[in-house]
């Protein structure tokens, strides 16, 4: 997917192959919500 989509994170077309999760949540789910945080960087690092 291009960068050129709005919802796109940018420049995250040059990390090759890579897998995007996204959780709704504030900037700062680390303090909201850290049980999904942490839920969300497992699953960004499954393979």
């Known amino acids: 997917m291009p960068h050129s989509l ?25 303090f909201s919500n850290p049980t999904r945080l942490a839920q969300a960087i497992i699953e960004a690092g499954r393979d």
């Open 6 to 30: 709005g919802w796109h994170p940018r420049l995250s077309e040059r990390l090759g192959l890579f897998r995007l999760v996204e959780c709704p949540g504030s900037h700062e789910m680390f």
